[in-house]
């Protein structure tokens, strides 16, 4: 069965510290990846969307960035967080148009 | 591009209640409906879809959406809710074929009292 795995659960950062979030998957191949932001009462932004190895699309412009080094490994990157990079991050894959998402756990960043 | 309207924000029921959630999108040509739930502490997952076929579908947990095309909306019921289904409740739409792009619902939060 497939499986969604992403790290770290909680994360606290110093402002213009660098971040690295990490999400694979098992057992299954060349699933499209997402990164989303999920905000209380504003549900969830797609930031970031990959449907192959290095093929990265961003939804939205800001201090943040993507990258895709295997099939099923998706990395969410910054060079320096800002305050406003606060919040909480989940992971996603689905294989195609007709399927839904499976989700993970999700990781809650917070910027000091 | 598609959009998707939750119009309840806040939703507080007593157990045995009956359940109505509404979702309407916005998108002129053929979608994919997904109602997904994400109960306290837990990841989101789904709760029930639709592609095409029937438009009454029917989930997990005694859920169940009625898709209708002419009112682009597909409302989540529940007859009788219990309080184990206190969660927050995102419905979701994309196109359909081509690359998958879902657009979410602002969430509802849907709270039952014992």
């Known amino acids: 069965s497939q499986t969604i795995h992403q790290w770290p659960a909680t994360l606290v950062q110093p402002v213009g510290s660098p971040l690295s979030l990490e999400c694979t998957v098992e057992?299954?191949?060349?699933?499209?990846l997402y990164w989303y932001r999920q905000a209380a009462g504003r549900g969830l932004q797609l930031l970031f969307y990959?449907?192959?190895?290095?093929?990265i699309s961003s939804e939205v412009p800001q201090n943040l960035s993507a990258s895709r080094p295997q099939d099923r490994q998706f990395i969410l990157s910054s060079k320096k967080l800002l305050l406003s990079d606060s919040g909480f991050y989940l992971c996603?894959?689905?294989?195609?148009?007709?399927?839904?998402?499976?989700f993970g756990d999700g990781t809650r960043l917070s910027i000091l | 591009a598609q959009s998707v309207s939750q119009h309840n924000h806040h939703v507080i029921l007593s157990e045995a209640a009956s359940l109505e959630l509404g979702c309407n999108y916005s998108?002129?040509?053929?979608?994919?409906l997904f109602w997904y739930v994400q109960y306290p502490g837990q990841h989101l997952q789904l709760l029930l879809k639709?592609?095409?076929?029937?438009?009454l579908v029917k989930g997990i947990k005694g859920f169940e959406a009625e898709f209708i095309k002419s009112k682009f909306s597909f409302n989540l019921r529940k007859p009788s809710v219990q309080w184990s289904d206190t969660a927050e409740y995102f419905c979701?739409?994309?196109?359909?074929?081509?690359?998958?792009?879902?657009?979410f619902g602002r969430g509802t939060s849907l709270i039952v009292h014992p």
């Open positions: 057992g299954t191949s060349n699933p499209n």
């Open positions: 998108y002129g040509g053929t979608v994919n």
């Open positions: 996603a894959w689905t294989l195609g148009s007709n399927q839904p998402q499976h």
């Open positions: 979701a739409v994309s196109a359909s074929g081509g690359s998958y792009i879902p657009t």
């Open positions: 990959s449907v192959g190895i290095g093929q």
């Open positions: 639709y592609f095409s076929g029937d438009p």
